[in-house]
């Protein structure tokens, strides 16, 4: 009788149309025993959790719907996985006793487990049930494209089709803009009718690759609601915002790919394209061309998803925007950008520049006259619409590869008077700041890809501080201040090199990220404040090849990271986001696995709570117990305050907290704790 269910579930769902959460008639929760170890994660089962109350046949019945079967209890982590997980639901739903259908030993018998264990039951009683996970491992992939994992979600006047993998649903390439004319300010998707979410949208124009219609974001979801869900059940929503210099980069990285962070913290991700480079942020002096489609775009993406999350199981209410580089220079933005207020909650802005040289731009906001005189007139000389009688239209005939290659192709923030009205993030209390908790953060040696060539041999320590782009004045005085010596090795331009990395890390990241959270304590700028800065990395971005990649030994053939090595720009996104190891990366040393799990934990928790500590409650039910040895061990992160003793958090291994670093040179360098008042 059971197996004839199955097989009606089964030949209804051949013929029928794909299944939805409101479909099978239950909310679908996605669970996954996620410990970020690759190599086993195949052999981990997850299920989909059906919440309604059904006989068993009905239970079998419902899974078949979804081309699943009641959960087997014989895979390799079985045992450990289900423990973990069911003392979740209770931590979540706070019922000690609850039993869930699985798949029954014997044919004749039904049984259910829960944390008491499996148990054999009244087949006619009412019970949840879980669901077998069948769907391949495929991170940072566009997934199968087999029907038999496809699942679809209604959302006002749209019916998204998606699908799953072995971490997550997932939507992928889902548009959240209007179709728009190059450079006008795009409006959140208006039509109606069924959206194919399979495949990712293609990245923005940038050099090399791009088109124009571009503005897709990316789900990744652990809960998909059968009806209008209560805020209680609705996850938390973490929305990237990539980096790229405002120039290149797209939501579909496979660096960046949300399924860990959604499986291991059950919590969504919304990852997006927005406009780059000429077509992002290009500004004119006519009145209209006001540049910030970019940002725009963002805050288009946010709009979007404060009409459709929640049915993608996201808390509209509870919406975290990340990034990093220009990635955090956008949230360091929309901190500032009125328009943008109350669609996020939480900010995290990683590596954020800001200070001398090619970081003033990203923080301190040309008006439009100014970026005009720097990169559009240029730009318009150079694509010769120069003599037109109308620039814009002239422009607007000029292909997107060719604006985008433009020597001076606009790629800056300006003050348009609507999305950005400062010409900074005001930290003093007086301008427009977002109500938010927020993180900022920095790498070690953010500075490194950003001091100019490596040095040879002939290359004076002023010469190489002066690629950076400082005068020779300044250098002088950074030289014979004493505040940075040339360590003592025996290689002149590794040495040398040393210097100038530290100096741009100071004058270009750290000295102005701990002044931004020093005068946004003093002011109460916003509802919480964190810090930290990266002493442990993965890569990262690399115009100097070789230089962030600790030395390889035959004990660590894939590099020693215990061996000193520069702790490069973007060297922390393998680990916030969880996907180490999935791009045919290997861990270096049991440390790169540990290290990740914290930082994942420490991530979500503030998505979670704006508090970057994961409580002690939280992780004993999910049984991680690397991120609670680790909290044991070292401590908790401190909150930025007035008084803090010991306000920055050190990301390493071991965790530490410290006092704000390098003060005494960032007083030389102009950018003292004061900066901003």
């Known amino acids: 009788m059971l197996a004839l269910a199955l097989l009606m579930a089964l030949g209804l769902r051949q013929a029928g149309a794909t299944p939805?959460?409101?479909?099978?008639?239950?909310?679908?929760?996605?669970?996954?025993?996620?410990?970020?170890?690759?190599?086993?994660?195949?052999?981990?089962?997850?299920?989909?959790?059906?919440?309604?109350?059904?006989?068993?046949?009905?239970?079998?019945?419902?899974?078949?719907?979804?081309?699943?079967?009641?959960?087997?209890?014989?895979?390799?982590?079985?045992?450990?996985?289900?423990?973990?997980?069911?003392?979740?639901l209770v931590y979540d739903g706070g019922v000690t006793t609850q039993q869930y259908w699985i798949e029954s030993s014997s044919a004749t018998e039904c049984e259910a487990i829960s944390l008491e264990g499996v148990a054999t039951v009244n087949?006619?009683?009412?019970?949840?049930?879980?669901?077998?996970?069948?769907?391949?491992?495929?991170?940072?992939?566009?997934?199968?494209?087999?029907?038999?994992?496809?699942?679809?979600?209604?959302?006002?006047?749209?019916?998204?089709?998606?699908?799953?993998?072995?971490?997550?649903?997932?939507?992928?390439?889902?548009?959240?803009?209007?179709?728009?004319?190059?450079?006008?300010?795009?409006?959140?998707?208006?039509?109606?009718?069924?959206?194919?979410?399979?495949?990712?949208?293609?990245?923005?124009?940038?050099?090399?690759?791009?088109?124009?219609?571009?503005?897709?974001?990316?789900?990744?979801?652990?809960?998909?609601?059968?009806?209008?869900?209560?805020?209680?059940?609705?996850?938390?929503?973490?929305?990237?915002i990539h980096g790229g210099a405002y120039t290149s980069g797209e939501?579909?990285?496979?660096?960046?790919?949300?399924?860990?962070?959604?499986?291991?913290?059950?919590?969504?991700?919304?990852?997006?394209?927005?406009?780059?480079?000429?077509?992002?942020?290009?500004?004119?002096?006519?009145?209209?061309?006001?540049?910030?489609?970019?940002?725009?775009?963002?805050?288009?993406?946010?709009?979007?998803?404060?009409?459709?999350?929640?049915?993608?199981?996201?808390?509209?209410?509870?919406?975290?925007?990340?990034?990093?580089?220009?990635?955090?220079?956008?949230?360091?933005?929309?901190?500032?950008?009125s328009p943008?207020?109350?669609?996020?909650?939480?900010?995290?802005?990683?590596?954020?520049?800001?200070?001398?040289?090619?970081?003033?731009?990203?923080?301190?906001?040309?008006?439009?006259?100014?970026?005009?005189?720097?990169?559009?007139?240029?730009?318009?000389?150079?694509?010769?619409?120069?003599?037109?009688?109308?620039?814009?239209?002239?422009?607007?005939?000029?292909?997107?590869?060719?604006?985008?290659?433009?020597?001076?192709?606009?790629?800056?923030?300006?003050?348009?008077?609507?999305?950005?009205?400062?010409?900074?993030?005001?930290?003093?209390?007086?301008?427009?700041?977002?109500?938010?908790?927020?993180?900022?953060?920095?790498?070690?040696?953010?500075?490194?890809?950003?001091?100019?060539?490596?040095?040879t041999a002939n290359t004076t320590l002023a010469e190489s501080i002066m690629g950076i782009g400082l005068n020779e004045t300044y250098v002088n005085t950074i030289i014979n201040s004493g505040l940075f010596p040339v360590p003592e090795g025996t290689n002149y331009t590794l040495d040398i090199f040393n210097v100038t990395s530290r100096v741009a890390t100071d004058g270009e990241f750290r000295c102005l990220d701990q002044a931004t959270v020093v005068a946004a304590a003093k002011h109460n700028v916003f509802e919480s404040i964190y810090t930290y800065q990266f002493d442990k990395s993965y890569m990262g971005y690399e115009p100097i090849p070789g230089i962030c990649d600790p030395p390889a030994t035959e004990e660590y053939p894939y590099g020693d990271p215990n061996l000193p090595y520069f702790q490069c720009h973007s060297g922390e996104l393998y680990f916030t986001f969880g996907t180490l190891g999935q791009s045919a990366l290997p861990f270096r040393d049991w440390n790169d696995l540990y290290f990740s799990q914290y930082a994942v934990d420490a991530w979500s928790s503030f998505a979670r709570t704006y508090d970057p500590n994961p409580s002690s409650a939280y992780l004993t039910a999910r049984g991680y117990t690397n991120t609670t040895e680790a909290l044991a061990n070292y401590g908790l992160w401190e909150e930025v305050t007035t008084t803090s003793a010991t306000p920055l958090r050190i990301m390493d291994v071991p965790l530490m907290n410290s006092a704000y670093l390098d003060q005494e040179q960032c007083d030389l360098l102009g950018y003292p704790l004061t900066y901003y008042g």
């Open 251 to 337: 939501g579909s990285d496979g660096i960046f790919d949300g399924g860990n962070i959604a499986s291991r913290s059950d919590i969504v991700v919304v990852t997006i394209n927005y406009r780059l480079s000429t077509l992002g942020f290009l500004a004119l002096e006519d009145g209209v061309t006001n540049g910030n489609f970019g940002i725009a775009d963002q805050i288009t993406a946010l709009r979007w998803v404060q009409e459709h999350i929640a049915d993608f199981g996201g808390d509209p209410s509870r919406v975290t925007i990340f990034g990093q580089s220009a990635g955090a220079g956008s949230v360091r933005a929309l901190l500032a950008a």
């Open 340 to 455: 943008a207020f109350g669609l996020f909650a939480g900010a995290i802005a990683q590596s954020n520049l800001d200070g001398f040289g090619y970081a003033d731009t990203y923080s301190n906001y040309y008006t439009i006259e100014q970026e005009y005189y720097v990169a559009a007139e240029p730009l318009i000389e150079y694509v010769n619409c120069t003599d037109s009688a109308d620039v814009l239209a002239c422009l607007r005939a000029v292909s997107a590869e060719t604006l985008v290659n433009a020597p001076t192709a606009p790629r800056y923030v300006v003050v348009d008077g609507t999305y950005i009205t400062t010409n900074q993030l005001e930290l003093d209390g007086q301008g427009p700041t977002a109500n938010a908790h927020v993180i900022f953060g920095w790498m070690r040696d953010d500075g490194t890809d950003f001091a100019g060539s490596y040095p």
């Open 123 to 240: 087949c006619d009683d009412q019970l949840p049930a879980f669901c077998s996970q069948s769907a391949p491992y495929q991170p940072n992939t566009e997934t199968d494209m087999s029907t038999q994992y496809q699942v679809e979600v209604t959302s006002g006047d749209l019916t998204i089709l998606g699908t799953r993998d072995h971490l997550s649903f997932r939507f992928i390439g889902i548009p959240y803009a209007d179709p728009y004319e190059r450079f006008t300010y795009s409006s959140v998707y208006s039509s109606a009718g069924s959206l194919s979410a399979l495949a990712y949208g293609s990245p923005c124009v940038q050099i090399g690759y791009g088109s124009e219609d571009c503005l897709y974001l990316n789900i990744q979801t652990p809960y998909l609601p059968a009806s209008t869900a209560s805020s209680e059940s609705l996850r938390p929503v973490m929305f990237w």
């Open 20 to 88: 939805s959460a409101t479909s099978v008639g239950s909310d679908l929760t996605f669970l996954f025993q996620n410990d970020l170890n690759w190599p086993t994660a195949q052999d981990h089962n997850g299920t989909i959790l059906i919440s309604k109350l059904n006989t068993n046949a009905e239970a079998l019945a419902t899974c078949g719907q979804l081309y699943e079967t009641l959960l087997p209890t014989n895979g390799t982590y079985f045992q450990s996985d289900i423990a973990d997980l069911l003392r979740y």
